[in-house]
Structures are given as C-alpha cells and as structure tokens.
C-alpha cells in the first residue's frame, strides 16, 4: 500500500471515531460530574495525540 493511502485511511478512520465517541464521552463525563472545561481540555488533548501519532506515518 502506497504510504499517501495509508495516510488516508488512518484520516479517515481517526475522524470516524472522533465523531462517533466525541458527543458519547463528553455526555458520559459531564453524568460523571465533570465540567465542561475539563471535558474540552481532554477531548484537545485526545486530539493533539492523534495528530502527533498520524505524524510519523505521513
């Protein structure tokens, strides 16, 4: 596989689950009592992560 589709896919895949798991977790950690701000620094920071984690791949 050439490395610029594996970059896609990972894209692609990474956004899905930003998606799919971002409105789940911030609902399910504000039930936990958690603030939004708290909820907003570690949906940034899961966020950073990937991007730092495509890095090398791309």
């Known amino acids: 596989m050439k490395p610029a589709r594996a970059l896609e896919l990972l894209n692609f895949f990474m956004a899905d689950v930003q998606a799919g798991i971002g409105p789940f977790l911030g609902v399910f ?7 939004t701000d708290a909820i907003g ?18």
Request: a positive charge; zero cysteines.
């Open 29 to 35: 950690l504000q039930a936990r009592g958690w603030g």
């Open 41 to 58: 620094t570690v949906m940034t920071i899961g966020g950073i992560a990937g991007v730092f984690a495509s890095s090398p791949a791309g």
